[in-house]
């Protein structure tokens, strides 16, 4: 697939958490998910973890959504069904602890969460080869593999909707809405 060139708004998003992403990637609940070391209890308590950020995160997308009908389809591209089967899977329970999180009121806002949740996915396939290449197969895996094959194709299609709601006079929102959320979910692994 060809490089697609940046957008101002996917631009500033991506510099705004670039430093708390690659916290968050480095962090030591989700870092083991690409290690050799990688145990199932590891395995299990990173998509707890990841639980616990998607419940919060995908009931306020919902929430705004329902006030703004035929803004944007999400409800094709919930994580959260899969997160629930692999945890299932597992024999794991989602944790008691969700992230801290209030549904977006405004675009940028939107624009923000949606980010962080479509951003996840990309990552999501990284992980996925991570674990395959690691012969990791027998772990249930429908989380990390997201779209499948159309996952680059739906990262284009949110960055196409993000230009599109989000002027450049509400970049800056999107950015601090952004990085908040980033902060969040760290102290929310933290935890």
């Given at each position: 697939?060809?490089?697609?060139?940046?957008?101002?708004?996917?631009?500033?998003?991506?510099?705004?958490?670039?430093?708390?992403?690659?916290l968050l990637d480095h962090h030591p609940v989700v870092a083991p998910l690409v290690r050799d070391d990688l145990t199932l209890e590891h395995y299990g308590?990173?998509?707890?973890?990841?639980?616990?950020?998607?419940?919060?995160?995908?009931?306020?997308?919902?929430?705004?959504?329902?006030?703004?009908?035929?803004?944007?389809?999400?409800?094709?591209?919930?994580?959260?069904?899969?997160?629930?089967?692999?945890?299932?899977?597992?024999?794991?329970?989602?944790?008691?602890?969700?992230?801290?999180?209030?549904?977006?009121?405004?675009?940028?806002e939107l624009v923000s969460v949606l980010y962080t949740v479509e951003g996840t996915t990309l990552g999501g396939q990284h992980i996925l080869r991570c674990?395959?290449?690691?012969?990791?197969?027998?772990?249930?895996?429908?989380?990390?593999?997201?779209?499948?094959?159309?996952?680059?194709?739906?990262?284009?299609?949110?960055?196409?909707?993000?230009?599109?709601?989000?002027?450049?006079?509400?970049?800056?929102?999107?950015?601090?809405?952004?990085?908040?959320?980033?902060?969040?979910?760290?102290?929310?692994?933290?935890?």
């Amino acid at each position: 697939m060809a490089t697609v060139p940046l957008s101002e708004l996917h631009a500033r998003l991506r510099l705004a958490t670039k430093a708390l992403h690659h916290l968050l990637d480095h962090h030591p609940v989700v870092a083991p998910l690409v290690r050799d070391d990688l145990t199932l209890e590891h395995y299990g308590d990173a998509l707890a973890a990841l639980h616990g950020i998607y419940a919060p995160l995908e009931a306020g997308i919902d929430d705004f959504l329902k006030t703004t009908p035929g803004l944007f389809d999400y409800h094709p591209r919930r994580k959260l069904p899969a997160l629930q089967d692999d945890l299932a899977r597992l024999g794991r329970r989602p944790g008691s602890r969700q992230l801290d999180y209030s549904a977006p009121t405004t675009i940028p806002e939107l624009v923000s969460v949606l980010y962080t949740v479509e951003g996840t996915t990309l990552g999501g396939q990284h992980i996925l080869r991570c674990l395959r290449q690691r012969a990791f197969d027998n772990l249930p895996m429908r989380f990390f593999n997201g779209y499948g094959e159309q996952t680059a194709a739906r990262w284009s299609e949110f960055l196409a909707f993000a230009d599109r709601v989000c002027p450049p006079a509400d970049h800056r929102l999107a950015e601090e809405a952004a990085v908040a959320l980033f902060q969040g979910v760290k102290t929310y692994l933290d935890g």
